[in-house]
């Protein structure tokens, strides 16, 4: 244990020894960079900084603090908190600002509170310093910079997954205010569909953004698989991808057949309950070669490959080879069966609004990148140049940015090297995007948090690969910072400063003994139970949230939202450890 804390120690001092001031973008003319503040003790009641550069500075604009006055020529910016954000615990608090100069970008003096932080202070592209704190997730203790818990929020995160799961439970189930579920699923169609994973907070069961989630989960295991192991969560995280794999594979009966819904989406929302208590039909929906679903069996495709790489990296091949088994049969139903999912299922609230085609293209990379055969890869490449993939976003519904890093990861090819760079210029600070007040990336009313984290994700694989390694390390933070508490509060449920209490989420909202109704689901009471570590939707583009179970933009959950920022929350503690 000595020996063990004065690693620790000698961690944190080396971190803290580094540079307050980090150039993270230098454009000639406009830059961008972070500020470390140092605070040695706790502040109450507001702070002021000064920012003391070589050489003038202009238009700067800035998150977490406000300029109050501007001196010396453009050289002296005067800062304030900005009322939230005015009492401060002693640790390291950053910001990020971007600025306009004459030529490179200039060296700084910070000082906060009047006093001068360290000495230098020149301009420098070291990593984050420390001031975190040692915590340990059941394996080996991992130092964790900033403010945040990020193996805590991680463990959380996996447990929100557990809550999700439909179908007879395991012994070792977690959640004690669940129970065995819709274990009817898929009679109608001879077969046991009764797993998998509810989509939101509502009871259906959407394979097009599950299966997404599974990809991205996946890919997140492998980037990032110490962090996983350090904290004691790997066991955990595959027991979570396999409940949707399993399920997977009975979706799955025959080569050219797929189920990709279960449920009606109208009965389904009319119903507020436990899902134990549904009595309504649920129908099995299927693509089939006569009626196909690219975008959806695709998607699988990608799924089943990624997880299996999971598998065989952790000492299931076996199951890893069933896995992928599945994963070639589905990915040549896509590719010669082209068709649109919901032309067969038509009330899928979760329609392929981009088309299959990016499917076609991501799915075609993740069997390369489990089966090393180069014919994936042709095909990837191919149709990346023949549908236009050089540009597009990243979600359950967008695979274009994503496949830039995986045929990267594939070819070191410096073209898809430079989409994802071109794509994600816009994402950056000052690029073009609209950012919150507070300084999170916003782009669209609906889960603006899960966008946000999912292009978090998008810059931790991407500086895993060596692209801009501190500037998008430095955006990931701000922007999964922001979810755990840099807003002023937690938009992680039963995680850290006044998380959200009554996420939209049904089983979450019902107590395990009693009725649960819509008179419940219209009662301003905190849900009876913690849907631990679920991501909400999160604020408006001015950082207004609403912790009201009836408004489904800012406060409900889903299982693609968590996807994205559990995957950023290993890369953190990977980064920090």
């Given at each position: 244990m000595k020996c063990t804390a004065l690693i620790l120690l000698a961690l944190l001092g080396a971190a803290q020894a580094q540079s307050y001031y980090q150039v993270i973008g230098d454009w000639g003319n406009r830059f961008q960079a972070n500020v470390f503040i140092p605070v040695p003790q706790a502040v109450h009641g507001g702070w002021t900084a000064t920012f003391l550069f070589d050489k003038p500075v202009y238009d700067m604009e800035i998150w977490r603090a406000q300029v109050v006055n501007i001196r010396e020529d453009n050289k002296a910016w005067d800062l304030s908190d900005l009322g939230?954000?005015?009492?401060?615990?002693?640790?390291?608090?950053?910001?990020?600002?971007?600025?306009?100069?004459?030529?490179?970008?200039?060296?700084?003096?910070?000082?906060?509170?009047?006093?001068?932080?360290?000495?230098?202070?020149?301009?420098?592209?070291?990593?984050?310093?420390?001031?975190?704190?040692?915590?340990?997730?059941?394996?080996?203790?991992?130092?964790?910079?900033?403010?945040?818990?990020?193996?805590?929020?991680?463990?959380?995160?996996?447990?929100f997954y557990e809550a999700q799961r439909a179908g007879r439970l395991p012994a070792n189930n977690r959640i004690p205010w669940r129970r065995d579920s819709c274990?009817?699923?898929?009679?109608?169609?001879?077969?046991?569909?009764?797993?998998?994973?509810?989509?939101?907070?509502?009871?259906?069961?959407?394979h097009f953004p599950l299966a997404y989630t599974i990809t991205v989960l996946s890919w997140g295991m492998i980037e990032f698989k110490q962090a996983y192991e350090a904290a004691g969560e790997m066991a955990n995280a595959m027991d979570s991808i396999k409940w949707v794999t399993d399920y997977f594979i009975n979706c799955h009966p025959s080569k050219f057949e797929f189920v990709a819904q279960v449920?009606?989406?109208?009965?389904?929302?009319?119903f507020w309950g436990k899902p134990q208590d549904m009595t309504m039909r649920r129908p099995a929906k299927k693509v089939t070669a006569n009626q196909p679903g690219s975008d959806v069996t695709a998607e699988t495709a990608a799924a089943m490959a990624a997880a299996s790489i999971v598998f065989r990296e952790n000492g299931n091949p076996g199951y890893a080879d069933e896995l992928l088994s599945h994963a070639r049969d589905l990915y040549e139903f896509a590719d010669t069966y082209r068709g649109e999912y919901q032309n067969v299922v038509h009330d899928t609230p979760y329609p392929s609004f981009g088309g299959m085609n990016d499917e076609i293209v991501w799915g075609a990379a993740w069997l390369h990148r489990a089966t090393q055969d180069g014919s994936y890869l042709s095909k990837a490449e191919s149709y990346y140049d023949q549908y236009g993939i050089s540009s597009g976003g990243f979600s359950w519904d967008e695979k274009q940015s994503g496949t830039m890093l995986v045929l990267h990861k594939a070819t070191n090819k410096?073209?898809?090297?430079?989409?994802?760079?071109?794509?994600?210029?816009?994402?950056?600070?000052?690029?073009?995007?609209?950012?919150?007040?507070?300084?999170?990336?916003?782009?669209?009313?609906?889960?603006?948090?899960?966008?946000?984290?999912?292009?978090?994700?998008?810059?931790?694989?991407?500086?895993?690969?060596?692209?801009?390694?501190?500037?998008?390390?430095?955006?990931?933070?701000?922007?999964?910072?922001?979810?755990?508490?840099d807003a002023g509060r937690s938009m992680v449920v039963g995680f850290g400063n006044n998380p959200p209490v009554r996420p939209h989420h049904r089983a979450a909202t019902c107590p395990v003994d009693g009725n649960c109704d819509w008179n419940t689901y219209n009662s301003w009471d905190a849900n009876a139970n913690v849907l631990q570590g679920a991501l909400v939707g999160g604020p408006d583009a001015h950082d207004n949230y609403s912790d009201d179970r009836s408004n489904f933009h800012t406060n409900e959950v889903a299982v693609d939202y968590n996807a994205g920022f559990q995957g950023c929350l290993a890369a953190l503690i990977k980064i920090a450890s």
């Open positions: 939230w954000n005015g009492h401060l615990e002693a640790g390291t608090y950053d910001m990020t600002f971007v600025a306009n100069t004459d030529g490179a970008a200039p060296g700084m003096r910070l000082f906060f509170n009047g006093v001068e932080a360290g000495s230098g202070g020149t301009a420098t592209t070291t990593q984050q310093p420390g001031g975190g704190t040692t915590t340990s997730g059941g394996g080996n203790p991992v130092v964790v910079n900033g403010r945040y818990d990020y193996v805590e929020a991680l463990h959380k995160s996996i447990l274990l009817g699923d898929g009679s109608d169609v001879g077969l046991d569909l009764s797993g998998g994973w509810f989509d939101a907070g509502d009871h259906l069961k959407l449920g009606d989406t109208e009965p389904d929302h009319q410096d073209k898809y090297k430079n989409d994802l760079i071109g794509y994600m210029a816009r994402k950056m600070p000052g690029g073009g995007d609209t950012y919150t007040p507070k300084g999170m990336l916003w782009l669209n009313e609906w889960g603006s948090c899960r966008h946000s984290a999912n292009h978090a994700f998008l810059a931790l694989v991407a500086a895993e690969q060596g692209i801009n390694v501190a500037q998008y390390r430095g955006f990931a933070a701000q922007q999964i910072n922001y979810m755990l508490g």
